[in-house]
């Protein structure tokens, strides 16, 4: 019975997610560590008559890397690329290769299957769809971003010139791409222009790191951490940097909202962390990926909880709520 319920969230991930059509060409690109959820996504996929092929790696040492090359080449080719991989590669060149290639591409990270039975994959993504991208339009229109938290948080981006992106958990078109389960609008800061303090209290899913047992705070000078302080955790953090020796992992790339109902607190599952609704996450490294210009060895994400959000004059989020609409 177990196997039924988890086809269920599968035919979300290949329905409505990803909206296939018979006839078209799927990949799915998983690894060993996602194999269950890749064989179910896949299934779904062959289910609306579609042309499914299924390729399992070697999972990447960290969020960001590259698939292999084999791999790789063969993203470039299909309709339809759905990765439920253990590691991200959406912010790879393969991957935005395959997106400028007209390849609609979803990303399903870490997703197991008990996320295929139940959490944030079941939102009406229909329904918060037009929310996403206003957000998303709200971004991509406002020249500076103003971020503070309870825990501390107090740092402003410069957003001039950059557009919102919105991932509403379905791409349906050429060259879409969502991550299932988010629901999340972001955009990329301009380098080398944010400043401030970041004080994490929610979750980093990256870095084997989940919900964090204190905060994580940092200091943001000219668009770069500086420092990180929070015990065993940003010990953590800081060690990954030092181990890849370049400046570009410093970067503040991404300013991100969570906007999935059904993602209602931080509970270690890196797709649901980034949809929680009403958070912020900040990510750090390559922002090439997200209308940035920065290509960074590694990329990760770390959220806040009841964050308040000013873009220029209007507060768009204030204590974790929305102001501009109402949840669905």
């Known amino acids: 019975?177990?196997?039924?319920?988890?086809?269920?969230?599968?035919?979300?991930?290949?329905?409505?997610?990803?909206?296939?059509?018979?006839?078209?060409?799927?990949?799915?690109?998983?690894?060993?560590?996602?194999?269950?959820?890749?064989?179910?996504?896949?299934a779904a996929a062959r289910n609306l008559d579609?042309?499914?092929?299924?390729?399992?790696?070697?999972?990447r040492e960290y969020d960001g890397n590259a698939p292999p090359e084999t791999v790789a080449a063969a993203m470039q080719e299909p309709d339809v690329v759905i990765t439920p991989v253990h590691r991200s590669i959406t912010h790879?060149?393969?991957?935005?290769?395959?997106?400028?290639?007209?390849?609609?591409?979803?990303?399903?990270?870490?997703?197991?299957?008990?996320?295929?039975?139940?959490?944030g994959l079941y939102a009406d993504y229909e329904a918060m769809q037009p929310h996403c991208e206003e957000m998303a339009a709200k971004l991509g229109e406002a020249d500076e971003a103003h971020l503070t938290s309870p825990s501390g948080t107090d740092a402003t981006f410069d957003l001039s010139g950059r557009p919102g992106n919105a991932h509403p958990g379905i791409a349906d078109s050429p060259g879409e791409f969502t991550a299932a389960v988010?629901?999340?609008?972001?955009?990329?800061?301009?380098?080398?222009?944010?400043?401030?303090?970041?004080?994490?209290?929610?979750?980093?899913?990256?870095?084997?790191?989940?919900v964090l047992s204190e905060p994580v705070s940092m200091q943001v000078e000219d668009g770069a951490v500086t420092t990180v302080e929070g015990g065993d955790e940003?010990?953590?953090?800081?060690?990954?940097?030092?181990?890849?020796?370049?400046?570009?992992?410093?970067?503040?790339?991404?300013?991100?909202?969570?906007?999935?109902?059904?993602?209602?607190?931080?509970?270690?599952?890196?797709?649901?962390?980034?949809?929680?609704?009403?958070?912020?996450?900040?990510?750090?490294?390559?922002?090439?990926?997200?209308?940035?210009?920065?290509?960074?060895?590694?990329?990760f994400d770390a959220m806040m909880s009841d964050p308040t959000l000013r873009l220029d004059d209007e507060v768009v989020l204030e204590d974790g709520e929305f102001t501009f609409f109402s949840p669905p």
């Not at 086809?7 to 409505?16: L, P, S």
């Not at 609008?185 to 080398?192: D, F, K, T």
């Open 50 to 59: 579609a042309e499914v092929s299924m390729t399992l790696m070697d999972p």
């Open 234 to 299: 940003a010990e953590r953090i800081a060690e990954v940097w030092a181990a890849h020796d370049d400046p570009a992992v410093y970067n503040i790339a991404q300013l991100a909202v969570g906007m999935n109902p059904e993602c209602t607190s931080f509970n270690g599952w890196f797709s649901n962390e980034h949809g929680v609704f009403g958070s912020v996450h900040v990510g750090i490294g390559t922002s090439s990926t997200l209308g940035g210009t920065t290509q960074a060895p590694v990329h």
């Open 182 to 210: 988010n629901i999340e609008a972001n955009v990329s800061p301009v380098e080398g222009q944010a400043e401030g303090r970041l004080v994490f209290d929610g979750s980093i899913p990256n870095l084997d790191i989940g």
């Open 92 to 119: 790879s060149e393969p991957t935005q290769e395959a997106l400028a290639n007209g390849v609609r591409v979803i990303s399903l990270v870490k997703h197991t299957p008990e996320q295929l039975v139940t959490g």
């Open 1 to 42: 019975m177990r196997s039924i319920e988890e086809m269920n969230g599968a035919n979300v991930v290949a329905e409505t997610c990803a909206a296939i059509e018979p006839g078209e060409r799927v990949l799915v690109v998983g690894d060993w560590r996602t194999a269950t959820v890749a064989e179910r996504v896949a």
